[in-house]
């Protein structure tokens, strides 16, 4: 016995997939089926505009994503266990993930990490620094 017709679940409870995206989304789906029903010359402006709608929306989930994340670090900052599940959920650990680059700021510096180490090495510097910056702050407060 097949299958009638397979569909392609997508997780669509992200949570930066918002209405926004959902409507290029729709126009992106619409272009290819405009595309996919037609022939001719028209066909290839179709396709320009299929092109169009998924450029943009490959962009907008990027930006979408890298907000979110920068978000929940920024209110996360001063709770250590929260953040790391948060980084954790951006790493995606899991074995068969395909690992992305990391952008971060670090002393005013854009930081680019390109592995779990390099994020890991980061992190524990900025916590390191942190607990020297709060020691020197109470040693010259005392003095």
């Not at 097949?2 to 729709?26: G, R, S």
């Not at 916590?127 to 020297?132: L, R, Y």
Request: a positive charge.
């Amino acid at each position: 016995m097949t299958p009638l017709h397979t569909f392609i679940c997508k997780e669509n409870n992200l949570p930066w997939y918002d209405y926004e995206v959902k409507q290029i989304a729709y126009e992106r789906d619409r272009a290819y089926n405009c595309f996919t029903l037609n022939t001719g010359v028209i066909r290839d402006t179709y396709w320009q505009n299929y092109k169009h709608y998924r450029n943009r929306l490959v962009n907008l989930l990027k930006v979408k994503k890298q907000i979110y994340y920068n978000n929940k670090i920024d209110l996360y900052k001063n709770s250590p266990k929260i953040m790391w599940k948060t980084l954790k959920k951006l790493i995606n650990t899991s074995e068969n993930s395909v690992f992305n680059v990391v952008q971060f700021e670090v002393n005013n510096e854009i930081k680019t990490a390109n592995n779990e180490t390099e994020i890991c090495e980061y992190f524990n510097h900025y916590f390191v620094d942190c607990i020297k910056d709060i020691t020197d702050s109470i040693s010259s407060n005392k003095q």
